[in-house]
């Protein structure tokens, strides 16, 4: 079936450091992957996503490259920021339209 | 992109209880619909598919009698927990399927006493 594995966290990084969050997949046929930011007392945000091989994701200086040899889709961030603390979910959707989770990264940013 | 609404943003009710919650698409017309739980530092499992005119689809191990899914419109979804008990509290959330996107509500956090 298909499933989702992301890092474990926390995760806590200082202001301006590197940040990979890594993600890897299961899944049959070509899904679409998506990255999704909950921050403290909100709901769900797509961050970025790719709907094909090698395509890449990006948003507020976030990136992910669909890596299907690898079946990856890790989330990099040159220089994070305090305000990008939140929860990060990593996730797959077939062509049911049904999204399937990863348990969720929590990154802390320290200034 | 779309924007989904959720009413109560938090509930509280007693053991016993049921409990609706809303989901409204205000700015898109959604035959379909979906409903998630997550709980506390967990992922969204998904719960069921809401299909505007029939039945909805739930996953397997979801009470389909407990959690009752009524879309009446192409804006409006609810989730009903009949019969609540301290294990149904969670975070309730929905979400609209646009373009190969999903977006998703705020979230109903349910508290059963």
């Known amino acids: 079936g298909n499933s989702v594995t992301q890092m474990e966290g926390p995760v806590t990084l200082s202001e301006e450091a590197f940040l990979t969050i890594n993600c890897t997949y299961t899944a049959t046929g070509y899904p679409s992957l998506f990255w999704y930011v909950q921050y403290p007392g909100e709901g769900l945000q797509l961050l970025l996503k790719a709907t094909k091989a090698d395509d890449k994701g990006s948003n507020k200086g976030f990136e992910a490259t669909y890596r299907k040899e690898t079946t990856s889709f890790h989330l990099e961030k040159g220089s994070v920021q305090v305000s990008d603390s939140a929860v990060y979910f990593c996730a797959l959707k077939n062509r049911d339209d049904k999204i399937i989770f990863g348990k969720g990264t929590r990154l802390h940013i320290l200034p | 992109g779309a924007v989904v609404s959720q009413h109560p943003s938090w509930v509280i009710c007693k053991s016993g209880t049921s409990v609706k919650i809303e989901c409204r698409s205000l700015d898109f017309q959604a035959t379909t619909m979906f409903w998630y739980r997550q709980f506390p530092k967990q992922s969204l499992m998904l719960m069921a598919t809401?299909?505007?005119?029939?039945?909805?689809?739930?996953e397997q191990g979801v009470e389909k009698d407990k959690f009752l899914i009524n879309h009446a419109s192409l804006t409006l979804s609810t989730l009903t927990v009949t019969s609540a008990h301290p294990e149904d509290s969670s975070f309730y959330i929905c979400s609209v399927h646009v373009t190969d996107t999903q977006y998703f509500g705020p979230g109903t956090r349910l508290t059963v006493l």
């Open positions: 809401s299909n505007e005119g029939s039945k909805a689809t739930y």
